[in-house]
């Protein structure tokens, strides 16, 4: 099963939940010069979002979020995972989360619709060395 994996750091950013929120936020990142491996926005409440930002400079993302006035909240650990996208390739994943006794609290993946896929791997912050040296990393 051909895959890569990477430890990568993650931050919250809390915003209001309206139109155009999330493209205001990405776009002021990116014209700053931050690029996300991943991102996700889900709802906390009524009108309120939680952003997740992946970035590949936490450094780059901590200064950009200063000058567009962004509160982060991390960094926090999780592993990046991308592969050949073939059938079964998350299930080996997390076999060997499973048999290093790891618990995944929570993931998030899609394919790329070209035999490819991107997978976010959250795991408890005592548990990341392990879940590292059980895939790999």
Same mark, same amino acid.
């Given at each position: 099963?051909?895959?890569?994996?990477?430890?990568?750091?993650?931050?919250? $950013?809390? +915003?209001?939940?309206? =139109?155009?929120? &999330?493209?205001?936020?990405?776009? %002021?990142?990116?014209?700053?010069?931050?690029?996300?491996?991943?991102?996700?926005?889900? =709802?906390?409440?009524?009108?309120?979002? *939680?952003?997740?930002?992946? =970035?590949?400079?936490?450094?780059?993302?901590?200064?950009?979020?200063?000058? &567009?006035?962004?509160?982060?909240?991390?960094?926090? =650990? $999780?592993?990046?995972? *991308?592969?050949?996208?073939?059938?079964? &390739?998350?299930?080996?994943?997390?076999?060997?989360?499973?048999?290093?006794?790891?618990? +995944?609290? &929570?993931?998030?993946? +899609?394919?790329?619709?070209?035999?490819?896929?991107?997978? +976010?791997?959250?795991?408890?912050?005592? %548990?990341?060395?392990? $879940?590292?040296?059980?895939?790999?990393?």
């Amino acid at each position: 099963m051909p895959f890569r994996i990477q430890r990568v750091d993650y931050f919250y $950013a809390t +915003v209001k939940d309206q =139109p155009g929120a &999330a493209f205001q936020i990405l776009s %002021q990142l990116s014209g700053l010069g931050v690029n996300l491996l991943a991102f996700t926005a889900v =709802p906390i409440g009524p009108n309120r979002a *939680q952003l997740a930002l992946f =970035p590949e400079d936490r450094g780059k993302l901590a200064r950009a979020a200063a000058q &567009a006035g962004l509160v982060l909240d991390g960094p926090h =650990p $999780a592993l990046l995972v *991308q592969g050949d996208d073939e059938l079964g &390739a998350l299930a080996g994943v997390h076999q060997r989360l499973f048999e290093a006794g790891v618990d +995944v609290y &929570a993931s998030s993946g +899609v394919t790329d619709g070209r035999g490819a896929y991107g997978y +976010v791997v959250y795991v408890r912050e005592d %548990q990341v060395e392990q $879940a590292s040296r059980a895939l790999g990393v």
